[in-house]
């Protein structure tokens, strides 16, 4: 466990408490080298290397040479006659916007040591050196100009050098020209602009056509991006769970400058079936005649303050205020919109324009449902997905669109709104470059974050420049409807729009990362949830305070361990702004980001830590643990091998839940203790587990004192052990890199971990001072270590690292231990092998709430495999 001070309230509100381990005694003064010291610091791996399958370009080798310093055990390779063969960027320029998706490369490709190669190559991962991943590691960014301002957006790419594939590219560093840069682009702008883009940039636009493109993207956007799709009635918005093989056929509906209707029957395979040129651009453009306003933005904002009765004809205007029930008409539905202006003797400036904006966008989005119902009427379509950018995430538009499908439907037909809505056609051209093989993609493989740093200016920049003045954005209003065909005004008044920046929070940076699979052994997938709470609004309160309130330590933390600087300071402030934006965002509306719980929202928090270059919060503290539980192992040892096995067993089950206050049998923990020891020591004597997966927690004792001496125990009955630990840094979590390091120390003072760190390629020669007696042992089973992809204290196991997908597949056991990983997700889950989730409940609400217990109790969760 890791030492009181350093407690997440999260995972660890009581830390304060009196949780020590049994059998660690007074921690001394550190001794030896410590483990955190021996991590092995990530180095880049060459962007050039990054993995490809036999299909894809190869590259031009010739001319390679190491840039950087040629002391580094991994030095970036240029390779000057490399053309750079992949496509970075893709452009949808419509009527009204210009929208960019472009790829970025990972930066933080981990080295292949030597301790990784051998773990693969016991994993059975290097078969033959072919690769099987199908696209390369990277990011899809997602930016839009209007097309009044296109010499804006030819600076963006320029000042990127995206169309020279990114400033990182091969031919960026290098200087060389590549003369003919070829650049997907749709929409009618491909066409009218493509002479521009010659002159200014000197690329070449290749045109794809706006329909597939758009029909590509929404493919796209269905099959792989979890959360993509919701509806959206009566202010509430809902994500919905598309099954792959029922999402044809449908009706997709994108609603730009004007409005496409298009049956998609499959992957290639739809028909642009209607359309109307009432749609976005009439919005925007009679809405700037009326009013005057300067931006879409703020003509949107003016109809959540409007009052569209004081212009549109109502049909209570018609009947004298009575409804006409008979055909289902209510006394507020719009009879006609605008009627009322005729009778009136005013003019245009006698009317708000705040109503001339709610009636407008009211008429025009009333409009667009009722065509696409009729169009779904048609072909019989039951779904409506909308795209474009005249829905822009906007409660009330969604809101009447919606009514309007659900009204004339009777409920047969739904409307659907996608997180990514205007990119549907500049994801379409991206993904039309063949070689990016984005075909292959599947929903492991992407994650999407959710950075603050706009890609223009950075969020470092705008703090710099202003401070406190970016404020959490505010709600916008539901509708009211009354049930009959009409609405009541919009409730919400004098609430503002959603800032454009903080809009551009609905979508965040697509991350590909090909090595992601999901874990063999879930035992369904599809029913797989990691979350154990669904958080309500009472719930996710709850924890935006802890968060709120341990976010200063947390920025003090962080600020020391990048040394105390200015710039770290400025970074920790700029830290604490963003995520604080980030905590206002998601309270004001929790789906903001798609299906949030709270393992998304700790990794959002760590996430956010690394935007502003906080690599390790923790670094020294996980060291100065790790020194001082290593100082006490060798007595832990000693006193463990001083019991018998059942004793052991039980000691080291303690010793994992690190709890001299542990009480079995106390009313509130779960206690599966004696089934596992049955399994272990009697049920197959003699068959002990093949392959145990332990997936560790914290540094410090919780690791040195509780996982290790029980991996140790599993080696001794033979048991292979596989260590899982984070891939990047999570509060004070032990990451892959650290661990064999820490490892490498225990194994000074012990010949079991010794041989099997050893038999592990964990360490690779015998370590100088081992006792005698201990060098004619037997050859080990060995001991591990594996990255499990994922940078948070909790675990999804819908994607995890190749790699400990590849371990899992000789596994028969699974430890899961800590809150993160075991209580806050994967409480239920439930694997194909046994299983044993092991947490001290270190929060007083969460042990109530799931228990019914109190802070401390403990849980031993042993679940026997399906398969066994
Ligand atoms: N910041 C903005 N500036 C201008 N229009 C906006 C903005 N935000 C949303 N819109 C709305 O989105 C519409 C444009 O949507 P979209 O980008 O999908 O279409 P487009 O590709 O430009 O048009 P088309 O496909 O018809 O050529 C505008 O007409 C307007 O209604
Ligand atoms: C002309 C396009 C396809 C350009 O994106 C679009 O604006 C549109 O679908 N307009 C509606 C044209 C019509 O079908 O009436
Ligand atoms: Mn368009």
Avoid at 52 to 75: F, M, V
Avoid at 174 to 200: H, M, W
Wanted: hydrophobic share 40%; net charge negative; proline share 4%.
């Amino acid at each position: 466990m890791a030492a009181n001070n350093n407690s997440d309230p999260i995972l660890d509100e009581g830390g304060g408490g009196g949780v020590k381990h049994e059998a660690a005694g007074e921690a001394g003064e550190g001794k030896g080298g410590g483990g955190g010291a021996a991590a092995a610091a990530a180095t880049q791996a060459p962007a050039a290397m990054l993995p490809r399958s036999g299909s894809r370009p190869q590259l031009d080798l010739s001319g390679a040479a190491i840039h950087g310093n040629l002391e580094d055990r991994n030095p970036t390779i240029l390779l000057p006659n490399q053309s750079d063969d992949i496509s970075h960027l893709a452009l949808d320029i419509g009527g009204s916007l210009i929208k960019l998706v472009y790829f970025s490369r990972h930066a933080e490709h981990s080295s292949e040591d030597k301790r990784k190669l051998s773990t693969k190559r016991r994993l059975g991962m290097l078969n033959g050196g072919r690769r099987s991943y199908p696209v390369l590691g990277g990011r899809l960014h997602f930016v839009k100009f209007e097309t009044g301002k296109l010499s804006e957006c030819l600076d963006f790419i320029s000042s990127k050098q995206l169309h020279r594939g990114g400033v990182d590219s091969p031919s960026w560093r290098s200087g060389a020209q590549p003369d003919n840069i070829v650049i997907k682009a749709t929409g009618g702008g491909a066409f009218k602009y493509a002479d521009l883009f010659k002159e200014r940039l000197g690329v070449s636009l290749e045109k794809e056509d706006e329909m597939d493109c758009l029909v590509a993207g929404a493919n796209f956007l269905l099959k792989s991006i979890r959360h993509e799709a919701f509806t959206h009635m009566d202010g509430q918005k809902e994500y919905v769970q598309i099954d792959q093989n029922d999402l044809f056929p449908f009706l997709l509906v994108n609603v730009g400058s004007g409005v496409s209707i298009i049956k998609v029957d499959g992957h290639g395979k739809f028909q642009r079936v209607s359309g109307t040129n009432v749609g976005g651009g009439t919005y925007w453009g009679l809405g700037r005649l009326m009013t005057k306003c300067k931006s879409f933005d703020e003509l949107l904002e003016l109809s959540q303050r409007g009052d569209n009765s004081t212009i549109d004809m109502l049909v209570g205007d018609i009947y004298g205020g009575l409804d006409y029930s008979k055909i289902g008409l209510s006394a507020s539905t719009i009879a006609s919109s605008f009627g009322k202006t005729i009778s009136d003797d005013k003019e245009l400036s006698d009317y708000r324009p705040e109503d001339i904006s709610l009636s407008l966008l009211r008429m025009i989005s009333y409009n667009i449902g009722q065509i696409s119902y009729l169009n779904a009427l048609r072909y019989g379509l039951k779904r409506i997905f909308f795209g474009g950018f005249f829905i822009r995430g906007h409660a009330y538009t969604m809101d009447t669109i919606s009514f309007a499908v659900n009204f004339w439907s009777k409920g047969e037909a739904k409307a659907m709104f996608l997180r990514h809505e205007g990119f549907l056609g500049a994801l379409g051209a991206f993904m039309s470059y063949e070689k990016h093989g984005l075909d292959d993609l599947r929903i492991h493989h992407l994650v999407e974050r959710f950075p603050m740093g706009a890609p223009y200016i950075s969020w470092m920049e705008k703090f710099v420049q202003k401070g406190t003045q970016i404020t959490a954005p505010v709600p916008v209003g539901f509708p009211v409807t009354t049930g009959m065909g009409g609405f009541e005004r919009p409730t919400a008044k004098g609430d503002i729009l959603r800032s454009d920046a903080s809009a551009a929070l609905n979508v965040g940076v697509l991350h590909l990362v090909p090595t992601l699979d999901v874990f063999p052994l879930l035992e369904d997938p599809k029913m797989y949830e990691p979350n154990t709470i669904d958080l309500d609004l009472n719930e996710y309160k709850y924890w935006f305070k802890v968060l709120s309130d341990h976010l200063s330590d947390l920025v003090d933390k962080a600020v020391a361990s990048e040394g105390g600087t200015d710039d770290a300071k400025r970074r920790g402030d700029a830290f604490a702004h963003a995520f604080s934006a980030h905590l206002a965002r998601l309270m004001e509306e929790p789906a903001a980001y798609g299906k949030f719980g709270l393992a998304n929202l700790l990794e959002l928090r760590e996430e956010c830590l690394r935007e502003f270059q906080f690599v390790d919060a923790y670094v020294s503290i996980k060291q100065r643990e790790n020194e001082a539980s290593l100082a006490v192992l060798p007595d832990l040892l000693m006193e463990l091998d001083s019991m018998n096995e059942e004793a052991r067993l039980l000691a080291l089950i303690e010793g994992v839940l690190a709890a001299n206050i542990f009480d079995w049998g106390s009313r509130a923990c779960i206690d599966d203790f004696d089934m596992f020891k049955k399994r272990m020591l009697a049920d197959k004597k003699g068959q002990p587990y093949k392959r145990a997966l332990l997936f560790v927690d914290n540094s410090g004792a919780d690791v040195v004192l509780g996982m290790i001496p029980l991996a140790r125990e599993l080696l001794r009955n033979g048991t292979e052990v596989v260590l899982v630990a984070n891939s990047l840094p999570a509060l004070n979590d032990v990451t892959a890199n650290e661990l064999p390091g820490i490892v490498a120390e225990a194994a000074k003072h012990c010949g079991i971990l010794r041989k099997a760190a050893e038999a592990g390629g964990l360490i690779f020669d015998a370590m100088a001072g081992i006792q005698d007696d201990l060098k004619d042992e037997p050859v080990s089973v060995p001991l591990m270590v594996v990255e499990n992809g994922c940078g948070s204290p909790c675990i999804d196991f819908r994607q995890v690292s190749s790699e400990l997908a590849a371990a899992a597949k000789d596994a028969d056991l699974l430890i899961l231990e800590g809150m993160g990983r075991s209580l806050h997700t994967n409480l239920n889950a439930r694997f194909k092998c046994d299983t044993l989730k092991l947490a001290m409940v270190k929060n007083q609400r969460l042990a109530e709430k799931l228990f019914n217990g109190n802070i401390y109790d403990c849980i031993c969760k042993f679940e026997p495999g399906v398969a066994t």
